[in-house]
């Protein structure tokens, strides 16, 4: 975004409307411990695999006109998972997405390092997909979970099961052995308040220790009949 104005990789200036535009992060962008802006912007045409997108020429006819302007690179793509689908799909879009809170890490770079992202101009910000995260509608269960993920504990156990010569030093399957609540008991209470004000100074959060209980309750299996 420049002078209002979008501008993209052909360097064109481009007007339109805001309801589909989302701030995009990169598995480079994630380098802060905590994200408030975005310097990328992402066209999302659907919130759902499979969503019919014919509403876009109804309601938003200045990005229906730059998409149908630039068909012939959708038509282009390769992937059988566009066959069929309607015009503009995208993939790997769902109710995840849209979580206003996100924990998230880097899938390429060895960086043994989680980045809490926030919402920007009251949206959720969008995720490429070398990136892995999970997603939160509470603040505060996200940043107990970044300081959970930022442990000495986490790290050891990450650096243990990877492998720096990896294409993706993450996968999806390594991230889901990491157990937030088994992580959780590794760290004492008082240790998590530091790190919660140590975070409201430095990036201007406002979160307290208020809902540890509930986050940890949350987490713990529901016990059949």
């Given amino acids: 975004r420049i002078n209002g104005h979008f501008i993209n990789k052909l ?11 989302y701030g995009l992060l990169k598995s480079s962008d994630l380098k802060n411990t905590v994200i408030k802006n975005t310097r990328k912007h992402v066209i999302v045409t659907q919130k759902k695999v499979g969503q019919e997108t014919s509403y876009i020429q109804h309601l938003y006819p200045e990005t229906y006109s730059y998409l149908k302007k630039n068909i ?6 390769k992937s059988s998972i566009y066959n069929g689908k309607p015009l503009f799909s995208i993939f790997g879009i769902g109710d995840y997405s849209f979580k206003p809170y996100k924990v998230a890490i880097s899938g390429l770079y060895k960086t043994y390092h989680f980045t809490l992202v926030l919402p920007q101009n009251n949206k959720p910000v969008m995720l490429d997909d070398t990136c892995y995260f999970i997603g939160f509608e509470k603040i505060e269960y996200a940043v107990y979970s970044v300081i959970l993920l930022n442990s000495k504990t986490t790290e050891a156990f990450l ?3 990877t492998f720096s010569d990896a294409k993706r030093v993450f996968t999806k399957d390594l991230l889901m052995r990491l157990d937030l609540l088994s992580i959780s008991k590794t760290i004492t209470q008082k240790e998590i308040e530091e790190q919660i004000i140590f975070l409201n100074v430095k990036y201007g959060l406002n979160v307290n220790i208020s809902d540890w209980d509930s986050f940890i309750n949350e987490m713990n299996p529901l016990k059949k009949e």
Avoid: C, G, V, Y
Avoid at 11 to 21: R, V, Y
Avoid at 72 to 77: K, M
């Fill in 11 to 21: 360097s064109e200036e481009i007007t339109l409307e805001e309801d589909l535009i």
């Fill in 72 to 77: 012939s690179n959708f038509q282009a793509r």
């Fill in 159 to 161: 650096k243990a099961i």
